[in-house]
Each structure stands twice: as C-alpha cells, then as structure tokens.
C-alpha cells in the first residue's frame, strides 16, 4: 500500500480571505487515505484558529517581520525534514519564495496557486521572480480563465505549466436560512426594509467607496433600503466618514468580520461586489450559491462566475451610476431578482463546489508526486 502523502500548505497571512478558505477546506476535506494536511504561515489570526480546531497537524509561526527571513527558512526546511513533506503548496507570492527554496534544498516538488491578478502583476519584482522561478515549480494553478491567460500572455508561461482549477465552496452551508427574526432585531432591519449587502475585506482592491457612493444615490427612491457591510479593514474609519459625509446615517451597517455569514446573505435582497480585481470570489460564490442576484464588476474571474443578465448583471468598475442604476434596476423588480438567484445558485452548485475543486486538487496532487 502507498504511502500517505503530506501536503505543506504555506501562505502569508492568517486572517479569514479566499486563499485562507481554500486552505482549510483542503486541509478538512483531501482524503485522509491518501493525504495529510500540514501549514505553515507567516503570524498569528483566524485562519490558525480555524486550523486548529480542525486538528491540523502542524503548525510553524514566523518569527521576524523582515520580508526575507532566513531563519524562516531554515525552519521551513526542518519542518519539511523532520515529517517527511511530499509537497509544497504555496498560496503567496511572499510563501512562494520560501517554498521555492524549501523545494530545492529539500528536493521535493512544489506547486503555487495564483488568487488574484491584482498581487501578482502590481510589482515588477513579482513578476521577475515568476520567470526565475517557474522551470523548478512543477505547475502553476489559476483560480480563473484570466489569470491564466495573464500568466501565459504577460508572464509568457508555458500553457503546459498552468492549470485552471476554481475555487470551490461548501454549496450545503449557503441554503436558505429560516428563522431570521433574532438577527433582523440585533440589526434593526425592518420586514419591509430593502437589504443591500457585501462581504469582504476593507481594502482598496474592493472598491467600497463606489459601493456606498452609489449607494447614496439610491436612498432617494429606496428610503427603506440599507447596506451591510461585512468585514474588517484598515480602511473601516475612511469609509464610515465618507457614509457620513454623504448623509447616511445608520442606513449603512459596518458588520465587522461575522462567524454567521450565510445568514446575514439569507437577509439580503442583492449583494454588490465592487472590487476593481478579483481572482475567483468566493464572497460572489457565496451570494449566488444562497439564491441571490448580484451586481458585479466586469473584472478578473467575474464574468466567468456571474452569467449576465441570467445570474446577475456585470457593470464597469469604479462607476457608482452605473452601479447605481443596475441596483436600482434589480431592487423595483423582485421576481427577477429571485430569477436570477435560482440561476446562480444552480450554476454554483454545478460548477463552483467544494468536492469539485478538492478533488481537481487531489488529482493534480497525485500527477506529480506517482
């Protein structure tokens, strides 16, 4: 009988986004007949809390805060050693060096999943270290058609070196959700009030400014809507001075991170993604898979989630009237809304599950390591 095989998962950072979702799914759901999950990650947060009440085996913090640690490294390289790794998978242009390095001085393979266009292609020295490092790494996974194709095109990567995979999610976890009185009183939503909603991390690259800009413009003819923003940030105080800037008052609910994601989307009437780049969102997998329209930008893997006009509509990024108008679109007609959400929901559960990407993930696990 072969050998169980250990993975070695390696990211950067340890709060809860779609790299760090993967992670655990991977980690809970590889076949344990013929895998075992380890991690490595560069400091403390959720993602290690979320690990370790799921048993993971290991764990292994970096102790500096210099970029290049090579104490890291050597730690790595022991890690390795000392449980008998078989691979790396490294999730991070930061971890990608580490594994790099770990793989050639340990001799075992390595394989990087690229999330999101934005990390890789905003500096040049990321994509420098690309080129050097490809010929070691045994294949490059893409979340997304376009980041495969920037890959291939910008990076000039082999077609043979990259492999298509999307993320997949825990479609069981997104169905309706009944009994929602509880939570509608801890957020003062009314029965009658229109929910706009979005979940995701506080940064730039998410775009919230147009979100509540356009937001603001809706208020007028939707004086019951309001807006839930799920997730936390170093740009929360900027973005909650714009709401008060623009006159919102409490119509806009900055949720902070939330353990009951699928029932603050069970609440919702659209959800809004706004981001100005986005790999394979799993927040917009999220959405659909819980019956709901959604407006999305018309960037990165986006288009190739949402179906336009079937499961959601697409709108150009950074363009709070446009956005603004496709909500407004969406919020005056309710029986197309719940049309377009039971076309996403069957789309995800088709295409974007969590069997189907563990199990894409196990088979190129298994390719590389016969």
């Known amino acids: 009988m072969d050998r169980i095989k250990k993975i070695l998962h390696l990211n950067t950072t340890s709060s809860i986004g779609g790299a760090e979702q993967m992670i655990i799914d991977l980690a809970e759901q590889t076949s344990l007949d013929k895998f075992r999950t380890y991690v490595s990650v560069l400091r403390e947060g959720e993602l290690l809390s979320e690990l370790r009440r799921r048993h993971v085996k290991f764990i292994w913090l970096k102790e500096s805060t210099r970029v290049y640690d090579y104490k890291f490294l050597r730690n790595i390289v022991e ?6 790794i078989d691979l790396i998978h490294s999730h991070t ?3 990608d060096f ?5 793989s050639k001085i340990s001799g075992i393979p390595m394989i990087s999943t690229i999330h999101d266009r934005y990390y890789i292609f905003e500096k040049w020295t990321r994509r420098l270290s690309y080129r050097l490092f490809i010929n070691h790494i045994k294949k490059i996974v893409a979340v997304s058609k376009d980041i495969k194709g920037l890959l291939i095109d910008e990076l000039k990567i082999s077609s043979q070196k990259v492999r298509l995979i ?19 009183d801890e957020l003062d939503l009314g029965r009658h009030d229109l929910v706009i909603g979005n979940v995701g991390n506080l940064r730039e690259v998410k775009d919230h400014r147009t979100l509540i800009t356009a937001f603001s413009k809706i208020v007028p003819l939707f004086p019951r809507s309001k807006l839930l923003i799920v997730g936390e940030g170093k740009l929360k105080p900027d973005l909650k001075k714009l709401c008060e800037e623009l006159g919102l008052g409490e119509r806009v609910l900055f949720l902070g991170h939330r353990e009951d994601v699928p029932f603050i989307l069970s609440l919702l009437d659209v959800f809004i993604l706004p981001s100005v780049s986005e790999g394979c969102s799993l927040s917009l997998l999220e959405a659909m898979a819980a019956g709901k329209a959604v407006v999305a930008t018309n960037v990165g893997g986006n288009p190739e989630l949402v179906l336009n006009g079937k499961t959601g509509i697409l709108v150009p990024p950074s363009q709070p009237d446009q956005l603004a108008e496709k909500m ?3 919020l005056s007609n309710e029986d197309l809304r719940k049309k377009m959400g039971a076309e ?8 974007f599950s969590r069997e189907s990407m563990v199990k894409n ?3 190129l696990y298994s390719r590389i390591l016969r």
């Open 328 to 330: 407004i679109h969406l």
């Open 166 to 184: 999307y993320n997949g999610i825990n479609t069981l976890k997104f169905q309706t959700v009944e009994n929602l009185d509880m939570i509608r």
């Open 98 to 102: 580490y594994g790099y390095w770990g």
């Open 93 to 95: 242009w930061g971890t």
């Open 361 to 363: 993930y196990e088979e």
């Open 79 to 84: 890690l390795i050693r000392q449980n008998r």
């Open 344 to 351: 996403g929901r069957k789309r995800v559960k088709q295409k």
